[in-house]
Every structure is written in C-alpha cells, then in structure tokens.
C-alpha cells in the first residue's frame, strides 16, 4: 500500500513518522521543508514529495491540516488533490473541522469514486508521536474495516462512530469543554489570588475536590510555574471552540457557557497571545 501523508506538523508528524517506523510506504508533504526531514527520518519507508501531485498514484491519503479551508485548498477544486488520485483510492481526514466541511469532503470523493474518512484524534502531539491517540472515526463501515492494519499503528484505539458528523462532533465538543474548563480554571486561580492563596498551592489543594479536571493535572501546573510555551496554541484552541459554537449554533442549541469561553479566548488572541499555549487565557482573566 503506497500512503501519502498532507501536513507533518504538531499532530500529523507524529502519525506519519509511526507509519514510517511500522515499515509503510509513506511520501510526505508539508510547506515546511524541515517538517517533512522530520518525518522523513523516522526510517528508510520515509520520502519526501516536492509537489502535491507527487501523491497521485497513493491508495490511501492523510490529511492533518490547520483549518477547514486548507483541507479544502488541498482537496477539492480543479486543482485539487482529490481530482488526481485513482479511482478506489481513500482519503483519511485527521484534522479538527466542522462537519459541513466534512460533508463536502465525502460527497466530493464519492464523486470522484474515491472513499472517505473523517478521523479525530482525542489527545495531544505528544500521544501522537507514541501513538496513544483514541481515533474517532466516520464514514463508510467497510472502509474503516479495510483499514484494520492501519489504526494500531497510528492511535491506540478507533471508534467507529457512525457518519462524519459524529466523527468531527466529538472531537469539537472534547475541545469545548476542555477550553472552557480551561478559562474557569484561570478564572479560580485569579479569585485565589485574591484571596491570597499561591496559585501552585491552590492548584494542589483542589486535586482533592471536585474541581479536578484534566486541564487542571496538565495545565494548572503550567499557568503557576507562568510557563506558556505553546504545547496547544491558543489560535487553534480559539479555532476549535469556535467551530464547535458555530456547529452547536447550526443546529440551533444555546450554549452559553462555551460561548462565554468563545469570547475569552477571542479576547486573548486580541491581546497578541495566539502563539502561545493555550493556558496563557490566563493572562487576559482578571
């Protein structure tokens, strides 16, 4: 099976360098000419392709993207992707988008009599490069089973979920509500500052109670040791609550509490802090 792998960046590397080192013919591309030496390098299954149409003749195509619109710009148009790969050939989408985009994806491959594949991935960078990421997967069921060989290697479990939209929901709500956890947290940290409570020892007192989250394990220790070197960045975590409000605002739910972190995270980008992690929301909550 030829593979080719569209974006080795934070996430995507991760997964295109656990291919090469399983022994997967994988020819890789990315703007970032040192993403792909990274990638590359992970063993001798590993090329470098110069132009997307250097990925024509691939059965199977990943695609790890910043935004929905570079997925489309990749994909879709006459100039596209999807308009050079062979008939009976798969599109496995891994970045975090908003199920209309989705939608276009799968409806532009049945066209093109190609199979696509909405995969999410549930963890962090550093879960991808050990290939510890739960994979939520939507599309045709005996796609995903014909890719059977492909999913321990790059993640540690796939849930089938169904269609597409199911797939892209799950990994949008998991980011919402860690985002928004994640502005309540700084929220509580400034409230215990101002009662004179340390924000490490805050942080260990609240382990033990209710407030205990993931964001609070990863992230609390981070905010109080003020260590904002982007692991997640801000941009994209602005990015994602912001498709997932917009998904919810599709099917016309309110959600006030996510849309309130909307507006944090809006405001912090404002204020010049998309570059660094996401946990600098903290530095714009008073």
């Excluded at 993403?35 to 590993?46: K, N, Y």
């Excluded at 007192?205 to 003020?226: C, E, K, N, Y």
Aim: hydrophobic share 45%; charged share 20%.
């Amino acid at each position: 099976m030829h593979i080719g792998f569209v974006g080795a960046g934070l996430m995507g590397g991760g997964l295109a360098r656990n291919l090469i080192r399983a022994g997967k013919d994988v020819l890789v591309y990315d703007l970032s000419a040192e993403a792909v030496a990274r990638a590359v390098g992970a063993g001798p299954t590993g090329r470098a392709a110069t132009d997307l149409a250097d990925l024509a003749g691939c059965d199977l195509v990943f695609t790890s993207l910043p935004l929905p619109a570079h997925v489309e710009g990749v994909m879709l148009g006459e100039n596209g992707l999807l308009q050079r790969l062979k008939p009976g050939a798969i599109h496995v989408e891994l970045s975090t988008i908003d199920p209309q985009t989705s939608a276009r994806l799968e409806a532009a491959a049945k066209a093109r009599g190609c199979a696509f594949l909405q995969c999410t991935l549930g963890k962090t960078p550093a879960h991808a490069e050990k290939a510890e990421e739960p994979m939520f997967v939507g599309g045709d069921r005996a796609v995903f089973d014909s890719l059977a060989e492909i999913w321990p290697i790059i993640g540690s479990q796939a849930y089938y979920m169904g269609g597409v939209a199911a797939s892209c929901a799950v990994k949008l709500i998991s980011n919402m509500v860690g985002m928004t956890n994640l502005a309540v947290l700084a929220e509580g940290l400034r409230i215990g500052e101002k009662a004179g409570i340390e924000r490490g020892a805050l942080i260990a007192l609240l382990q033990d109670t209710g407030a205990r989250s993931f964001q609070m394990d990863v992230r609390g220790p981070w905010i109080a040791a003020d260590d904002y070197a982007n692991r997640f960045g801000l941009d994209l975590a602005l990015k994602d609550v912001r498709l997932g409000c917009e998904m919810a605002a599709a099917w016309d739910m309110k959600i006030p509490a996510m849309s309130a972190a909307l507006e944090t995270f809006r405001r912090a980008s404002a204020a010049g802090l998309g570059r660094e992690d996401c946990n600098a929301v903290y530095k714009v909550t008073e």
